[in-house]
């Protein structure tokens, strides 16, 4: 009996301890924040049910990509194709048992503009909605090149607080647009999953706005260190937001959404209903072939159908390789890092990823948790779309899309 007691008391302390955390991480988050991140806690391809959205209306008549099924061809290219990870050596095999067991939903290879492979996986269609995760800081990026070119943002090496002026005076009055785009601000960011870091908190927070600006905190001068931040989208958005009087949802369906033949309408989850803030680093959903024109517009140099949609020289400043980055650049411990961006072989540009490739070329690629990607190689000529409800036991899938793409 003396036993039960102390089990119980053990017991009853813990649950103290418990709600003694949830009532402070209520204080320093929200109550809301506290029920999202339990009840929803990692984030999921579901989730774009889970919150709010804006829809995004498309625009007839679609664009139809020619279809030329090269499926055993390809099969054959690819199936030797090997990768490293954690140390073991992976070969694809036979392409759709790779994809299938590595958790994908879709997966679309488009060579010269015609589609020889397209392919869905368990339970998804074509018709089935995919979330971008963060491939929407690449699309945010599109639409940061299209507001400089319509002269609502001025340059990009603008200061921010030119446009968000409730950050001056708060040390990070130097800190540039560019610096934003490049991941290069100098603010702190937490990576982590424990429940008070960023990544959860700026996840599941109901006032993405009021968040971001708080979390302006300068921790180094811009431009020092590569250092990854998921609130740095945000800090876009509200720009965009001001300089076109409207929401980010409308500014991307009025320029991108209605003009490349989309076939599907998207949605941009928001933080609330009460603040209407789009999720500006992960919460554009739409089907996988349209994720596809996306990667069709920047391969074409940003022309659809003899329009220039997005200026060419922002899809080049966007996506070349840089000249010359800082010694050091991508070495910050805060920073994700890894061997390619060690060697110089990978970079970050605008909200891309890149490649360079050993004879000289490029190719680069929109990201996003749990392996979402829009992979373009230039002079392959190829897009490819990969879409998943996990990496499956892959932690770069950009690099598989790279050896796909050299053998085509």
Aim: proline fraction near 5%; glycine fraction near 8%; include cysteine.
């Amino acid at each position: 009996m003396k036993a039960l007691k102390v089990i119980g008391k053990f017991l009853l302390g813990i649950a103290a301890l418990i709600v003694l955390f949830l009532l402070v991480l209520s204080v320093i988050c929200s109550p809301a924040f506290v029920v999202r991140y339990i009840v929803w806690n990692f984030p999921d391809i579901q989730d774009y049910r889970r919150f709010p959205d804006r829809e995004i209306a498309n625009k007839t008549p679609a664009f139809i990509f020619p279809t030329d099924f090269k499926e055993a061809e390809l099969n054959a290219l690819v199936s030797d194709c090997e990768f490293e990870e954690d140390g073991v050596i992976h070969t694809i095999g036979d392409l759709d048992t790779f994809l299938a067991e590595n958790d994908t939903t879709s997966f679309i290879v488009i060579k010269d503009d015609v589609i020889i492979y397209e392919k869905y996986f368990n339970g998804y269609t074509r018709d089935s909605i995919n979330t971008s995760f963060s491939m929407a800081k690449s699309v945010t990026s599109i639409l940061v090149g299209i507001a400089v070119d319509e002269g609502l943002i001025t340059s990009i090496e603008d200061p921010i607080v030119t446009y968000l002026p409730e950050l001056a005076g708060r040390g990070v009055d130097d800190v540039t647009i560019q610096d934003i785009l490049l991941m290069s601000s100098g603010f702190q960011y937490r990576s982590g999953n424990i429940p008070w870091y960023d990544d959860p908190v700026y996840y599941y927070h109901r006032n993405l706005r009021k968040l971001a600006l708080r979390k302006a905190i300068p921790e180094e001068p811009p431009g020092v260190h590569f250092h990854y931040s998921n609130y740095h989208p945000h800090y876009l958005g509200m720009i965009l937001e001001r300089v076109t009087g409207g929401t980010v949802s409308d500014y991307l369906e009025q320029n991108i959404w209605t003009k490349l033949g989309m076939e599907y309408p998207a949605s941009w989850n928001i933080d609330s209903e009460k603040h209407g803030f789009e999720k500006m680093s992960c919460g554009l959903n739409a089907r996988s072939i349209d994720f596809a024109k996306i990667g069709r517009l920047f391969l074409n140099n940003g022309m659809y159908d003899g329009e220039q949609v997005v200026p060419k020289t922002w899809v080049l400043e966007s996506t070349l390789p840089p000249e010359s980055e800082p010694i050091g650049y991508y070495t910050d411990i805060k920073s994700w890092t890894n061997d390619n961006f060690k060697d110089g072989s990978e970079y970050y540009k605008y909200l891309w990823w890149g490649f360079v490739n050993p004879d000289g070329t490029y190719d680069y690629y929109a990201s996003g948790h749990l392996g979402q990607m829009i992979y373009v190689s230039p002079t392959k000529n190829v897009i490819i779309v990969r879409n998943g409800s996990s990496r499956g036991i892959f932690t770069n899938w950009g690099v598989i899309c790279r050896e796909i793409a050299k053998k085509l």
